[in-house]
């Protein structure tokens, strides 16, 4: 994804970390790129809360919003009308289908002609190739089953057990419970928007050049051009 933010921005340029949860991509983004400018939005007060203690505004380059990806009016709330482009990795995938088409239809105002998107998720195969999606399960499930070296990594689960006791998030958290149901983080989504969907709906958008750039089975880094 970085290389072709490079390739087809340079390496000036401000664009969206949709979702960003506390940061990580965007961190990233602007360690690369020294001079670029990030607006990382999410609308989970507990991992905005995180990101901006553990990353900050790093030197005035990384903004913080607080909105809900997908709702009318959520523009608003950014610091600019027009971006080179949005990001985002394994976020989208939480938004149900009219929830995406006005996310898209608002980065079609956003993104600059010739600007890009990059979305990073596990966007599904249609009801048109069952097979597929079912070889791509049976992976998974081979893959998960074999013993790991190392030490064991932290599960979604243990992750927020453990920072629901941080007495710094107490506040943030009673915002999140208002807003989330408490097992949002623990269950699966909904039925995860396909792929055909994604791309429908970014042409709709204005955006054109789409195309899947990285895949592996159903996790996909999916291209688009305004």
Do not use: C
Not at 48 to 58: C, D, F, M, P, R
Not at 69 to 77: H, I, M, N, S, V
Not at 200 to 209: I, Y
């Amino acid at each position: 994804m970085l290389d072709l933010l490079e390739a087809e921005l340079g390496s000036t340029f401000h664009v969206l970390d949709l979702g960003s949860g506390p940061g990580s991509l965007s961190a990233r983004i602007l360690r690369r790129f020294p001079s670029a400018r990030v607006t990382a939005v999410d609308y989970d007060p507990v991992l905005i809360k995180v990101g901006q203690g553990a990353l900050g505004s790093v030197g005035g380059r990384l903004d913080w919003i607080e909105a809900k990806l997908g709702d009318r009016g959520w523009r608003g709330r950014l610091p600019r009308k027009r971006y080179d482009g949005a990001v985002s990795t394994t976020a989208l995938h939480w938004l149900a289908v009219p929830e995406l088409s006005t996310l898209y239809a608002d980065l079609g105002d956003l993104v600059r002609r010739g600007g890009v998107v990059l979305n990073g998720d596990h966007l599904p195969w249609g009801s048109k190739a069952r097979g597929l999606a079912r070889v791509g399960s049976r992976v998974r499930e081979l893959r998960s089953s074999r013993p790991r070296p190392g030490p064991r990594s932290e599960t979604w689960r243990t992750w927020w057990a453990g920072a629901r006791r941080l007495p710094e998030l107490r506040s943030a958290f009673e915002e999140h419970d208002r807003r989330f149901d408490p097992r949002f983080r623990l269950r699966p989504p909904r039925a995860k928007v396909s792929l055909d969907v994604h791309v429908r709906e970014l042409q709709r958008a204005g955006f054109r050049t789409i195309a899947t750039v990285w895949q592996d089975f159903e996790n996909r880094v999916v291209f688009a051009r305004r």
